[in-house]
């Protein structure tokens, strides 16, 4: 199995920033795509941004321009870099790996990122 280990998130003032790391460990061979998702109270949970093994990227529009995603592939790693943080991006952050051997993704447990006013 594969295990997500998140960390990074915390609480800071709007325009702050922060730099969220998820680390991937188990029986991995071949990581095609890592991401992070986001869950605010009453809301589903949404794409904020996403890598591929070759580098490609996606982001949500409301993070484009301040989120930076980035990945390590030798430490199966991705990070996520928050920048002009507003209140609206307070959420629960959730790592997401997608694995050559699997159909499905696996998610860690979440963060919590919460940005004050």
């Known amino acids: 199995q594969v295990q997500l280990v998140e960390s990074g998130g915390g609480l800071v003032q709007a325009g702050g920033s922060l730099k969220l790391s998820c680390a991937a460990s188990g029986t991995i061979f071949s990581i095609n795509a890592m991401g992070w998702y986001r869950q605010a109270p009453g809301k589903q949970r949404e794409l904020v941004a996403r890598?591929?093994?070759?580098?490609?990227?996606n982001y949500a529009d409301p993070v484009k321009g301040r989120f930076t995603i980035s990945r390590d592939n030798a430490k199966n790693t991705v990070y996520l870099q928050m920048n002009s943080l507003k209140p609206e991006d307070t959420a629960v952050y959730y790592c997401?790996?997608?694995?050559?051997?699997?159909?499905?993704?696996?998610w860690g447990l979440g963060t919590q990122v919460t940005v004050s006013s």
């Open positions: 890598i591929t093994s070759g580098g490609s990227t």
């Open positions: 997401n790996v997608k694995v050559a051997t699997r159909p499905l993704p696996f």
